[in-house]
């Protein structure tokens, strides 16, 4: 089994920035491909970004290239999300995922973190 936490979200003005933290817990936490999506009130939950086990591989959605960047730290068992200029459409609960390397999809998820931004 894998355990997720997400941390680091919060509030913030548009164009500012924010680091989200995911920590895991297993001992197989490398062999797993990590992702973060987000919620917003009233919609459904969407796709943000990807990165493969060795972090050598990542994906964005088009609405959030350029200014976030997916990132991972195996020996500290932890993933993470930097978002910069921020705009008060990324207002959003913010999960972080894992998938084994041969699952189709995704096997568990964290509990989420807000993020709000304000214009």
């Known amino acids: 089994q894998v355990h997720l936490v997400e941390s680091g979200g919060g509030l913030v003005q548009a164009g500012g920035s924010l680091r989200l933290s995911c920590a895991a817990s297993?001992?197989?936490?490398?062999?797993?491909?990590m992702g973060w999506f987000r919620q917003a009130p009233g919609k459904e939950r969407e796709y943000v970004a990807q990165?493969?086990?060795?972090?050598?591989?990542?994906t964005y959605t088009d609405s959030v290239k350029g200014r976030f960047t997916i990132s991972r730290d195996n020996s500290k068992n932890t993933a993470y999300l930097q978002m910069n200029s921020l705009q008060p459409e990324d207002t959003a609960v913010y999960y972080c995922?894992?998938?084994?390397?041969?699952?189709?999809?995704?096997?568990?998820w964290g509990q989420g973190t807000q993020v709000t931004v304000s214009s």
């Open positions: 297993g001992r197989t936490f490398s062999t797993y491909t």
């Open positions: 990165i493969s086990w060795s972090g050598g591989r990542t």
């Open positions: 995922a894992a998938r084994a390397r041969m699952s189709a999809e995704w096997d568990y």
